[in-house]
């Protein structure tokens, strides 16, 4: 795939991201080129998209490859994670690595280990739709409350468990 046509994939997750969730204003979404967050070490990281809200910042990597995403992939996107994350301390920063090929031996574990969304999707309006109940617009993710229908408490939500899901 040229350069170019990753340019065009990549608006076109950000425009399914805006009209797929609820709220979000098209200024918290930045995405391609000149979309970069600088980290605590003073490197200015290119992120193919992110999204901004009260209390989080989403760092989403497309990787549009023609074989499976690489421990090398992940690793890299985890690296600037942290290094963003180190700059921007009381905000909650995620990340997300998007493929279409999905992931060779290990990329799992690693994900697993440094808490990185892998999303096979098979456009940018899937990972929209899959990806979307992460996203908390106006308040941190630590305030959301989902109510325990069975013992009637309010319990903190848990990252991996979306709102409303008991």
Request: positive net charge; charged residues 25%.
């Amino acid at each position: 795939m040229k350069f170019d046509e990753y340019e065009a994939l990549v608006k076109h997750l950000f425009a399914a991201l805006v009209e797929q969730i609820d709220g979000l204003p098209a200024d918290a979404v930045g995405y391609g080129r000149r979309n970069r967050h600088t980290g605590a070490s003073g490197f200015k990281h290119q992120i193919d998209v992110s999204i901004r809200t009260v209390a989080e910042l989403h760092l989403i990597e497309c990787k549009y490859w023609k074989r499976q995403v690489t421990p090398g992939a992940l690793l890299c996107l985890a690296a600037r994670a942290h290094d963003i994350r180190v700059a921007n301390p009381g905000c909650a920063v995620k990340s997300a690595l998007a493929t279409t090929k999905g992931q060779s031996a290990g990329v799992n574990k690693l994900a697993e280990f440094f808490k990185v969304t892998l999303q096979r999707v098979g456009s940018p309006e899937e990972f929209a739709l899959k990806y979307r109940d992460q996203i908390h617009l106006s308040v941190p993710a630590e305030s959301v409350y989902v109510i325990d229908t069975v013992k009637a408490d309010l319990v903190p939500a848990i990252q991996d468990r979306p709102i409303g899901e008991t």
